[in-house]
């Protein structure tokens, strides 16, 4: 009887469970928690609820490197999701990943679903297409690094509340805070990022040969030209004078500026949210600072954050899914709140244009900062992004060098030295893995 | 005479240490050979292509002066670890072993700490210890001691064994303990009636009995110091600044999880694993022989 009972309850729930007419489901792996991650499920529930073929899942897998891994097991074992969210630096990897991945471009051609790479702002786009200017994932979340300051500190030491153009400048306002009684005047996020990626993009100098590596897997480094060297031990001065504080190599010093405890700091476009929540600050955002003897700066920055890719191995129905939902995403009315719930950058330039339409940027001043210093100039070779193998430890090894000579232990050429030995010979071993 | 049990059945002995048996193999014997395997491959992060490269991993790491200097940060951290937290936790120990008001309750403090895993140890120790805002900065500028880990490498290391040794004080306490209460009264009465003070009764007769059980934490304090103070690091430091305190076992992790370097990081935790076979060895065969059983 019970037996009986049971197999009917199971009859009925199946029958709920796979309804007569199936929906596809697409697998999608993130790394966005918290409020992000409470807004990308916002945009995979809209999306299931305009339309009924088909169904994004959405699986949180903890950080970057995490879900990264995760689906590197998952391939292995052939249980790869559809769609996984991949930090930039984890592009290279992806990219020579030939057999894994489906590029972007193939699979809107074979869904038959519209898509013009040009929509997108160009540094997004250069980023993430190959050299014949095919994208090979779609942009997601993008962000590019900003300098905030706070202008109640520049009051407090009777300075102008305005921010500092060039670096000569932030030296002198570093100066003038620190003799008014500032204890933490300038702080960074991201070390290479900020001050290796970013500040070659935005003084039009190459992070390495190849066009940044996108041309070829034999490129090397040359992040040990004179301006660079002269940029890091600018910042190691500044360190020895008290004028530079160290916060660490991922997003700790967006702490220490949204605390009131720095009054500048160079963090990513991204802790805008946080800023804002704190309250602690009178916030200003302002593009990065410049060397003003270097020619042709500022250039334009470079973005960060990740791209989704997709990946081999599923059934043509599912790539319709997969398709139709990057249609979805690209929209800009889509694309627009995605922008203002995040403040990461728009995507497309249509929904840059509808943001301003709406007036956000006006009762909002600052939050096109981003936008107006990726789209600064046309950008070049040298600040189209960059694409070197093996990046994770290769950014590991800038970062611990960079460490080297905040600390006063390497003079920055010899650590810049040291670090473009040290990556170059991470760049062979990748070339020669990936042959 | 020694007591034997004798099977009857030729089989039984073995159906009875084959679970044991599957365990040793599924998950340590499979693995390592694993690791072998691809120590001695050149792979791309997905498995697509992979090549036998033979020792060539190994002649990467040993050009690498960096590796090598992780060699001197993870023997300056190990031995730190293991000799501060034996250290401690026998002072601890026979002291909480005096005590006779409320000694229960002592030793519940002392044993607490165990219960609190590797990385939220890792992360107490962050926060109060961190760079203008921890808890201990704080005092430690009334003092006028400048702190901040976060670029000083020796401060990041003091740090780190500061935590990795809190961590494995309860556990060392703990044998230490149950070492002192199994020492026979009578035998330390006597040698105080014989006029020994403490310090005389202490290194004459309590240290030498206990000398197996001081010999069993040594290796699992090298044990821990080596493997399982990974999740303290990655806490508080990732390996920095610079390379203060990239112990092997982090390098391992960063280069094959985060970074996905198959083949370096498995010739790397090869070389880890012949290290710590060697330091067993060592241990067992030179130390053990000065242990009064």
């Given at each position: 009887?019970k037996?009986?009972?049971?197999?009917a309850?199971?009859?009925?729930?199946?029958a709920?469970?796979?309804?007569a007419?199936?929906q596809?489901?697409?697998?999608?792996?993130?790394?966005?928690?918290?409020?992000?991650?409470?807004a990308?499920?916002?945009?995979?529930?809209?999306?299931?609820?305009?339309?009924?073929?088909?169904?994004?899942?959405?699986?949180?897998?903890?950080?970057?490197?995490?879900?990264?891994?995760?689906?590197?097991?998952?391939?292995?074992?052939a249980?790869?999701?559809?769609?996984?969210?991949?930090?930039?630096?984890?592009t290279?990897t992806m990219?020579?990943?030939?057999?894994?991945?489906?590029?972007?471009?193939?699979?809107?051609?074979e869904?038959?679903?519209?898509?013009?790479?040009?929509?997108?702002?160009?540094?997004?786009?250069?980023?993430?297409s190959d050299?014949?200017?095919n994208?090979?994932?779609?942009p997601f979340n993008?962000?590019?690094?900003?300098?905030?300051?706070?202008?109640?500190?520049f009051?407090?030491?009777g300075l102008?509340p305005?921010?500092?153009?060039?670096?000569?400048?932030?030296?002198?306002?570093?100066?003038?805070?620190?003799?008014a009684?500032?204890?933490?005047?300038?702080?960074?996020?991201?070390?290479s990022?900020v001050?290796?990626?970013?500040f070659?993009?935005?003084?039009?100098?190459?992070?390495?040969?190849?066009?940044?590596g996108?041309g070829?897997?034999?490129?090397v480094?040359?992040?040990?030209?004179?301006?660079?060297?002269?940029?890091?031990?600018m910042?190691?001065?500044?360190?020895?004078?008290g004028?530079?504080?160290?916060?660490?190599?991922?997003?700790?010093?967006?702490?220490?500026?949204?605390?009131g405890?720095?009054?500048?700091?160079?963090?990513?476009?991204?802790?805008?949210?946080?800023?804002?929540?704190?309250?602690?600050?009178?916030?200003?955002?302002?593009?990065?600072?410049?060397?003003?003897?270097?020619?042709?700066?500022?250039?334009?920055?470079?973005?960060?954050?990740?791209?989704?890719?997709?990946?081999?191995?599923?059934?043509?129905?599912?790539?319709?899914?997969?398709a139709?939902?990057?249609?979805?995403?690209?929209r800009?009315?889509?694309?627009?709140?995605?922008h203002?719930?995040?403040?990461?950058?728009p995507?497309?330039?249509?929904?840059?244009e509808?943001t301003?339409k709406?007036?956000?940027?006006?009762?909002n001043?600052?939050?096109?900062?981003?936008?107006?210093?990726?789209?600064?100039?046309?950008?070049?070779?040298?600040?189209?992004?960059?694409?070197?193998?093996?990046?994770?430890?290769?950014?590991?090894?800038?970062e611990?060098e960079?460490?080297?000579?905040?600390?006063?232990?390497?003079?920055?050429?010899v650590?810049?030295?040291?670090?473009?030995?040290?990556?170059?010979?991470?760049l062979?071993?990748?070339?020669?893995?990936?042959? | 005479m020694?007591?034997?049990?004798?099977?009857?059945s030729?089989?039984?002995?073995?159906?009875?240490?084959?679970?044991?048996?599957?365990?040793?193999?599924?998950?340590?014997?499979?693995?390592?050979?694993?690791a072998?395997?691809?120590?001695?491959?050149?792979?791309?992060?997905?498995?697509?292509?992979?090549?036998?490269?033979?020792?060539q991993?190994?002649?990467?790491?040993?050009?690498?002066?960096n590796?090598?200097?992780?060699?001197?940060?993870?023997?300056?951290?190990?031995?730190?670890?293991?000799?501060?937290?034996?250290?401690?936790?026998l002072?601890?120990?026979?002291?909480?072993?005096?005590?006779?008001?409320?000694?229960?309750?002592?030793?519940?403090?002392?044993?607490?700490?165990?219960?609190?895993?590797?990385a939220?140890?890792?992360?107490?120790?962050?926060f109060?210890?961190?760079?203008?805002?921890?808890?201990?900065?704080?005092?430690?500028?009334q003092?006028?001691?400048h702190?901040?880990?976060?670029i000083?490498?020796?401060?990041?290391?003091?740090?780190?064994?500061?935590?990795?040794?809190?961590?494995?004080?309860?556990?060392?306490?703990?044998f230490?303990?149950?070492?002192?209460?199994?020492?026979?009264?009578?035998?330390?009465?006597?040698?105080a009636?014989?006029g020994?003070?403490?310090?005389?009764?202490?290194?004459?007769?309590?240290f030498?009995?206990?000398?197996?059980?001081?010999f069993?934490?040594?290796?699992?304090?090298?044990v821990?110091?080596?493997?399982?103070?990974f999740?303290?690091?990655d806490?508080i430091?990732?390996?920095?600044?610079?390379?203060?305190?990239?112990?092997?076992v982090?390098?391992?992790?960063?280069d094959?999880?985060?970074?996905?370097?198959?083949?370096?990081?498995?010739?790397?935790?090869?070389?880890l694993?012949?290290?710590?076979?060697?330091?067993?060895?060592?241990?067992f065969?030179?130390?053990e022989?000065?242990?009064?059983?």
């Amino acid at each position: 009887m019970k037996v009986r009972l049971l197999a009917a309850a199971a009859a009925v729930a199946g029958a709920f469970a796979f309804p007569a007419h199936a929906q596809v489901e697409v697998q999608w792996w993130h790394s966005m928690g918290g409020a992000l991650g409470e807004a990308l499920n916002g945009l995979a529930n809209q999306f299931n609820a305009e339309q009924k073929d088909y169904k994004i899942v959405t699986s949180y897998k903890g950080s970057y490197p995490e879900s990264m891994t995760a689906a590197i097991a998952a391939f292995r074992a052939a249980q790869a999701p559809h769609i996984l969210q991949v930090f930039e630096v984890g592009t290279a990897t992806m990219m020579s990943a030939k057999g894994a991945i489906k590029p972007v471009y193939q699979l809107m051609k074979e869904a038959g679903e519209p898509f013009d790479p040009k929509a997108y702002l160009p540094t997004v786009t250069g980023y993430y297409s190959d050299l014949k200017g095919n994208m090979l994932s779609l942009p997601f979340n993008s962000s590019t690094a900003l300098f905030y300051i706070d202008r109640n500190k520049f009051k407090a030491a009777g300075l102008p509340p305005v921010a500092p153009k060039t670096w000569k400048q932030v030296v002198a306002t570093a100066e003038k805070l620190k003799a008014a009684g500032q204890d933490c005047v300038y702080t960074t996020g991201w070390p290479s990022w900020v001050h290796i990626e970013n500040f070659s993009a935005w003084h039009n100098i190459p992070i390495g040969t190849r066009q940044n590596g996108m041309g070829g897997l034999d490129a090397v480094f040359t992040i040990n030209s004179p301006t660079h060297v002269k940029h890091i031990q600018m910042l190691s001065d500044m360190a020895k004078k008290g004028l530079f504080t160290y916060a660490g190599r991922t997003n700790q010093a967006d702490a220490k500026f949204q605390s009131g405890e720095c009054a500048m700091a160079t963090i990513s476009a991204g802790a805008l949210g946080g800023t804002i929540k704190a309250g602690k600050t009178d916030w200003q955002l302002n593009v990065l600072p410049y060397h003003d003897d270097v020619k042709g700066a500022p250039q334009n920055g470079i973005i960060g954050g990740a791209s989704l890719w997709v990946m081999s191995g599923r059934k043509a129905e599912e790539y319709k899914g997969v398709a139709k939902f990057f249609t979805f995403l690209s929209r800009p009315e889509v694309q627009m709140e995605w922008h203002i719930k995040t403040g990461y950058v728009p995507i497309t330039l249509a929904a840059y244009e509808l943001t301003k339409k709406s007036g956000f940027y006006d009762k909002n001043p600052g939050r096109d900062t981003a936008v107006l210093q990726l789209t600064n100039k046309a950008p070049t070779a040298n600040s189209k992004g960059l694409r070197f193998g093996n990046f994770v430890q290769g950014r590991t090894i800038i970062e611990e060098e960079l460490e080297a000579a905040f600390a006063g232990k390497k003079t920055a050429k010899v650590a810049l030295d040291a670090a473009v030995k040290r990556g170059n010979e991470l760049l062979r071993q990748f070339e020669a893995a990936n042959k | 005479m020694e007591k034997r049990v004798v099977f009857r059945s030729a089989w039984l002995p073995f159906v009875l240490v084959a679970p044991q048996l599957a365990i040793t193999v599924v998950f340590f014997f499979w693995p390592a050979s694993q690791a072998v395997w691809y120590s001695f491959q050149l792979q791309d992060a997905f498995g697509l292509r992979s090549q036998f490269v033979g020792l060539q991993n190994f002649y990467t790491l040993f050009k690498d002066s960096n590796y090598l200097l992780s060699f001197r940060t993870t023997a300056v951290f190990s031995v730190a670890v293991a000799g501060i937290g034996i250290a401690l936790s026998l002072l601890l120990a026979v002291m909480a072993d005096r005590v006779v008001r409320g000694a229960m309750a002592y030793k519940t403090l002392l044993i607490w700490p165990y219960a609190v895993a590797a990385a939220v140890a890792g992360v107490l120790y962050a926060f109060m210890f961190a760079p203008s805002i921890g808890i201990v900065t704080f005092m430690l500028r009334q003092f006028g001691v400048h702190w901040d880990w976060v670029i000083n490498g020796n401060q990041a290391m003091l740090l780190v064994i500061m935590a990795a040794v809190w961590n494995q004080i309860s556990y060392n306490f703990l044998f230490f303990l149950a070492g002192l209460q199994s020492i026979p009264k009578s035998l330390i009465e006597a040698a105080a009636i014989d006029g020994a003070g403490p310090a005389r009764r202490f290194w004459s007769i309590i240290f030498p009995l206990l000398s197996p059980t001081a010999f069993f934490l040594l290796v699992v304090n090298v044990v821990y110091a080596f493997f399982g103070t990974f999740g303290i690091i990655d806490a508080i430091t990732q390996g920095g600044p610079a390379q203060s305190t990239t112990i092997l076992v982090y390098k391992v992790y960063h280069d094959g999880v985060k970074a996905a370097d198959i083949g370096g990081s498995s010739a790397q935790s090869v070389i880890l694993m012949a290290i710590v076979i060697a330091l067993t060895v060592v241990q067992f065969r030179y130390i053990e022989r000065r242990v009064q059983y």
